[in-house]
């Protein structure tokens, strides 16, 4: 049976939505999950949290009228549970069969996939340069980008193409023209939203030293080299040429107070160098990296903020709730920060987590070789971001 091809449950169940499952989880209230999909995907992604208890149970042992006791045994039944899967199918039909045993039962609607669309937008409060940037947060995949807007202008940079209608409605709920869409790079882990906001007629930016990656529609948009600047209103937003994760890799300096780094360097960690060349590139990949580390960004000033493209699971959130932080803070807490070129270079490499899935599809889609509908470009970024290299080696004590 498909996991999404279920009869509908002979008792009600209570749907909850991903915003209240997530209200729930940041609340601090302990939350019981039972996901239902198949182990691999589980172990590649789930929901996690210090105060969520997650089983996996697939959906599958819950198909005979006589369900093993084992199985039973592994679901509390002292407090409430909420069943999730995929996209929601297989967790109401879980769930109805738990909840006509007296277990008290709800289920996530839309699964997972209702669980990528959540996207949060938190105003970077330490950010002094002109006009207010927010920060956008898709906590599935530990995507971010940012909005700032000025005088009634904006500008977003790495932007998803899963979100261009939200990105549109915010600029006009906020009353502003939004006139550019930049990209750091070729991203590994998500679909750019660049074309698509282009084609709504904002003006769209790419990198210029990242067009020999093969990108096909160079031509149709923008290219940012190193020094160039974008006015938004009285801000100045100016690309800072910053390769390592990718060749094209460019930062940019937000009115001189928050540099967008996008897989450069992250609150929690720095860029993995692998996921353009393969290992046998990933060495000059990260001594590049550690270049553009050591005089591109940490010769900015100590109180510049640092906002990566990701954050993960290791990411200690700001005290407005955004994954920002000072250069200077960064240099003190990051031990990948202080060492030498050969220490960097060796410690990187040492200890590499997963790639993203579906990467070299998502890279070729990026670059405009491969052509996928929406629905097709969402399901290839499910799962999480593995940009970065492992916090473990990285971080200071």
Not at 71 to 86: M, N
Not at 244 to 260: E, F, I, Q
Not at 319 to 344: C, R, S
Not at 361 to 375: C, K, P, Y
Request: glycine share 8%.
């Amino acid at each position: 049976m498909n996991a999404d091809d279920f009869p509908t449950p002979d008792v009600d169940v209570e749907t909850v939505d991903p915003e209240t499952l997530k209200d729930r989880i940041d609340a601090g209230e302990d939350v019981t999950l039972l996901d239902a999909r198949m182990q691999s995907d589980y172990e590649e992604w789930r929901i996690d949290g210090e105060n969520v208890t997650s089983i996996n149970v697939p959906y599958f042992e819950f198909l005979e009228d006589d369900i093993d006791a084992d199985v039973l045994e592994q679901i509390p039944d002292d407090r409430e549970v909420t069943v999730l899967c995929a996209k929601g199918g297989a967790s109401e039909f879980v769930a109805g069969t738990l909840a006509e045993r007296g277990y008290d039962v709800n289920h996530l609607e839309d699964g997972m996939n209702g669980w990528a669309s959540i996207y949060e937008a938190v105003e970077v409060e330490r950010y002094d340069g002109a006009g207010t940037l927010l920060q956008y947060q898709r906590p599935s995949s530990g995507c971010l980008g940012y909005l700032l807007y000025d005088d009634g202008e904006a500008a977003i940079i790495d932007p998803l193409r899963a979100f261009t209608d939200r990105y549109l409605a915010d600029a006009d709920d906020l009353g502003v023209d939004l006139q550019y869409a930049l990209d750091t790079h070729v991203h590994a882990d998500h679909i750019s939203g660049v074309r698509n906001l282009d084609a709504e007629g904002v003006e769209g930016v790419i990198p210029e030293a990242a067009v020999d990656r093969g990108v096909t529609y160079a031509d149709e948009l923008t290219t940012a080299a190193d020094g160039d600047s974008f006015t938004v209103g009285d801000a100045t937003i100016e690309a800072v040429y910053t390769p390592g994760h990718t060749t094209g890799m460019t930062s940019y300096l937000v009115d001189d107070s928050l540099l967008a780094t996008g897989d450069g360097l992250f609150v929690e960690s720095v860029a993995r160098p692998d996921l353009e060349e393969g290992d046998d590139g990933a060495p000059e990949a990260a001594s590049m990296l550690y270049e553009s580390l050591q005089e591109r960004v940490l010769s900015l000033p100590d109180d510049t903020l640092v906002g990566g493209a990701h954050f993960s699971d290791a990411a200690e959130p700001a005290a407005d709730g955004t994954y920002t932080a000072p250069i200077g803070e960064l240099v003190d807490e990051m031990d990948a920060l202080t060492m030498d070129e050969q220490e960097f270079v060796e410690v990187i490499l040492s200890d590499m987590p997963p790639r993203p899935a579906n990467y070299e599809d998502i890279i070729a889609t990026n670059l405009g070789q491969n052509a996928v509908d929406d629905e097709e470009a969402f399901t290839l970024e499910l799962g999480p971001n593995n940009c970065a290299a492992s916090q473990d080696s990285l971080a200071g004590d």
